[in-house]
Nanobody, 112 residues
Framework: QVQLVESGGGLVQPGGSLRLSCTAS????????MEWYRQAPGKERELVAR???????DYADSVKGRFAISRDNSKNTLYLQMNSLKPEDTAVYYC??????WGQGTQVTVSS
């Protein structure tokens, strides 16, 4: 009965920015942790960022200093702010909650 819906993906030039959103419905947005993953064609899905219920954040080395994960509990929404985007960031981005729930994904394409 829990649904996660991602939005905010699109086409952006290298060096540009996007903010992804993941909104929960059907339950209170209070998982022990939530994460952003991404998967490019022909590659394994990789963990990008994590935020715990206590607010601790962790990032993949490839995005440190460029991406920021955050949440707004009043809006039941998880965010991923992506700055200084590179072509290597092109992938489908998924949000995940520790309750075992996945969103359907949103496409991010970084290209000139």
């Amino acid at each position: 009965q829990v649904q996660l819906v991602e939005s905010g993906g699109g086409l952006v030039q290298p060096g540009g920015s996007l903010r992804l959103s993941c909104t929960a419905s059907g339950s209170i947005f209070s998982s022990n942790f939530m994460e952003w993953y991404r998967q490019a064609p022909g590659k394994e899905r990789e963990l990008v960022a994590r935020i715990t219920r206590a607010g601790r954040t962790d990032y993949a080395d490839s995005v440190k200093g460029r991406f920021a994960i955050s949440r707004d509990n009043s809006k039941n929404t998880l965010y991923l702010q992506m700055n200084s985007l590179k072509p290597e960031d092109t992938a489908v981005y998924y949000c995940y909650s520790s309750g075992g729930w996945w969103g359907q994904g949103t496409q991010v394409t970084v290209s000139s």
